[in-house]
């Protein structure tokens, strides 16, 4: 039976297309979903402010020209803190639950053992989110109907572009607290791009990306300290022709971490995001009319 509160969400993901998608990209905000149930919001110890510590607030909207550019845009409503759709299915930590886990959980992940597993016991700033064990059957309704239901419309969207364009690249998109990009020569990241240490796209990919955004004035640094998680590591396979580079916006640049609010700079940063991944379209296109984009 579906639960009740998957219908609280309504949906629980969209995803935005253009009439026709001309470029071979996709591109996914699995984390500023800003729908907080009341039955969650009771379970919690935390206070709604608390809870968006964690969420990747208005993301969403930082790429919602994409389609513009010929590309779908993806995007979850349910809240980070209530499933992270950047781990793996059934990364569970046992101590949260009352019930048996299937015995297929990773319960030994780094992931887990920081309080981020699939369903978080924490939120970005270590508080811990729940005020008893969840049954484990709540944590596997939210699995079965919230995450299993996302992955597969990404993945279908990820086989369908690489169909049309005999290749694929999947940009996922997050922010980050500036407390976490903080540097000892005291500069701090604008962004960060992850590529799973050249794993997860073409070196190309990323060298463009980097350039197009370095060009716009931001300061841009490569896996440090985010390399990109589940997503990035299970959807990026260059020797398959498909590419996956995860994206990491300081959120000091387009609003107040405090009160949540956007900042008055909030377009221009939008804008320029859009700029920069139009030039990494066409620049992407000239490559490909002289060489595929591959594995390096």
Not at 222 to 248: D, S
Request: charged share 25%.
């Amino acid at each position: 039976m579906r639960p009740a509160i998957v219908d609280e969400f309504d949906p629980p993901f969209t995803v935005t297309e253009p009439a026709m998608q001309t470029v071979p990209f996709v591109f996914n905000v699995p984390h500023a979903g800003a729908i907080y149930p009341a039955s969650f919001l009771a379970s919690s110890r935390l206070d709604a402010i608390a809870l968006r510590r964690s969420e990747d607030a208005f993301v969403d909207e930082l790429f919602a020209s994409v389609m513009e550019l010929g590309a779908p845009l993806m995007t979850a409503h349910f809240p980070r803190a209530f499933l992270d759709l950047n781990r793996e299915p059934y990364e569970l930590d046992s101590r949260m639950f009352d019930g048996r886990l299937p015995s297929f959980s990773n319960t030994r992940s780094m992931r887990v053992a920081g309080g981020l597993g699939t369903i978080p016991r924490i939120v970005a700033d270590g508080q811990e989110i729940y005020r008893s064990r969840l049954p484990v059957d709540e944590a596997l309704h939210r699995i079965e109907w919230l995450y299993k239901p996302y992955h597969r419309t990404l993945r279908h969207l990820v086989r369908r572009t690489s169909q049309l364009f005999g290749h694929a690249i999947l940009i996922d998109c997050h922010s980050m607290p500036s407390s976490s990009v903080s540097r000892e020569d005291g500069i701090k990241a604008d962004i960060v791009l992850g590529d799973r240490y050249g794993t997860s796209c073409a070196t190309l990919l990323i060298d463009l990306a980097e350039a197009a955004l370095r060009g716009r004035g931001y300061t841009v640094v490569r896996n440090k300290p985010y390399a990109g998680g589940f997503i990035t590591e299970h959807y990026g396979e260059p020797a398959l022709g498909r590419h996956a580079l995860q994206i990491e916006i300081n959120r000091a640049l387009y609003m107040d971490e405090r009160s949540m609010a956007k900042k008055t700079a909030f377009p221009v940063l939008a804008d320029d995001l859009t700029q920069a991944f139009a030039q990494v379209i066409a620049d992407i296109a000239g490559e490909l009319t002289s060489r595929p984009i591959a594995a390096e």
